[in-house]
């Protein structure tokens, strides 16, 4: 599961990559800084970890995880390979959700492309970079199933109706994900791997003064994208980084407060992106560890179970299940199990997002 920063050049996302990622990326006041992506993962911050690890005191913790994908800096003309587009584009069709940074911020230092702030405007001119992109796969993907819908095939006389009406509909400047789906032209969609059907999250990067309640900048940008079913984050990235540089909890703490702040804004965006990804969390919780598993909503529990290991998969047998919040009311597997709380669920169960789970299998 990856998510990708993407914006203007010089608008902040390198910055924004090092206050999440443990990997460190280059960041500096020029164009084009990033040019090969810089890869990291991070973790996610869940606090009902922590209420398992009270109970349960293992060895170790883990936490989930979300790969993070710092991308070069698109410009006008990306579509047509200007400013080494294709190659970038490549890089964000890799990526299963968009991070959007976009510059709030003022500042006399940094360089700005376009030579001014309008957050709205840069917006527009990378939804214009994708859209002609997509319309270059959708165009292709039409004139490939073309000649077999004539020949009579109805898969791809359903393919051609469906991407003729979304063509027309991203002519007129809107994005892939804004176009309304159903059941059988979301699948048609969903496999050309869109740039602007990727869900997307709009990180407004401002200054220090605006990181708790954002400023007229971010609100041109919540106006402009109200409809278009995405979320928007207020982060002043550069103070972020600095304050992730600090050593200890205490000291990045106090910091924080100033911001009026009281956890980073990294941690809320790392909540977001995952949400994004439709993801969701189940929990192992054993005396060696206690760890949080990252799976699609929707799975099953042999699949939850192929993420530990493809084994767990194959024999599955079945899954002992406990929810989070019976596990925190009881206090221990054992209490639970004598309350009659502890649920036996074989292939078909749903698992749902905080269950604790112990899986039986054999090979
Ligand atoms: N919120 C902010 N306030 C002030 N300066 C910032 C802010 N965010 C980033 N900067 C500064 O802007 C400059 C560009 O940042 P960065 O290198 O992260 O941009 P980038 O989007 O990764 O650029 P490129 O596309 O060239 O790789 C850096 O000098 C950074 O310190
Ligand atoms: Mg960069």
């Known amino acids: 599961m990856k998510c ?13 990559f090092n206050c999440l990622s443990n990997a460190k990326a280059q960041s500096a006041n020029y164009p084009f800084c990033t040019i090969e992506p810089n890869v990291g993962t991070v973790s996610v911050p869940d606090p009902r970890l922590n209420k398992l690890e009270k109970l349960v005191v293992p060895e170790r913790v883990l936490p989930a995880v979300v790969e993070i ?12 390979g200007e400013g080494l587009g294709n190659q970038f584009l490549a890089n964000i069709r890799e990526t299963n959700a ?16 376009e030579g001014t702030i309008d957050p709205v405007r840069d917006k527009e001119i990378i939804d214009i970079e994708l859209q002609l992109k ?33 063509k027309s509909f991203m002519e007129e400047g809107n994005n892939a994900r804004e176009f309304e789906t159903d059941e059988i032209s979301f699948p048609v969609i969903s496999d050309l791997q869109l740039l602007t059907f990727k869900p997307i999250l709009y990180v407004c990067n401002v200054d220090e003064k605006s990181a708790k309640s954002g400023n007229e900048y971010v609100e041109k940008v919540k106006e402009k994208v ?7 984050l207020v982060l002043a990235a550069q103070i972020e980084a600095d304050i992730s540089e600090l050593e200890t909890y205490e000291e990045r703490q106090v910091f924080l407060e100033e911001l009026g702040l009281d956890e980073p804004g990294v941690n809320r965006l790392i909540r977001q992106a995952y949400q994004l990804l439709n993801l969701q969390t189940y929990f192992t919780a054993g005396v060696k560890e206690v760890r949080a598993w990252t799976i699609q909503k929707g799975w099953t529990a042999p699949q939850a179970a192929g993420v530990i290991h493809s084994d767990f998969e194959k024999g599955f047998i079945r899954a002992e299940v406990i929810a989070y919040e019976d596990f925190i009311k009881y206090g221990s597997e054992q209490k639970v199990k004598e309350a009659g709380k502890l649920s036996v669920e074989g292939k078909e169960y749903i698992v749902k997002d905080g269950d604790v789970m112990h899986f039986r299998f054999n090979v």
Request: charged share 30%.
């Open 98 to 113: 968009i991070i959007h940074v976009l510059r709030c911020f003022q500042n006399e230092n940094i360089t700005h492309v």
């Open 69 to 80: 994908v710092d991308i070069a800096g698109l410009v006008k003309g990306a579509s047509k």
């Open 4 to 16: 990708g920063i993407v914006g203007l050049p010089n608008v902040g996302k390198s910055t924004l």
């Open 226 to 232: 109200k409809n278009e079913n995405a979320q928007v």
């Open 134 to 166: 997509d319309l270059d796969t959708i165009e292709k993907k039409i004139e490939k199933s073309k000649k077999a819908a004539k020949a009579g095939n109805k898969e791809d006389q359903l393919i051609v109706s469906v991407l003729d009406k979304l």
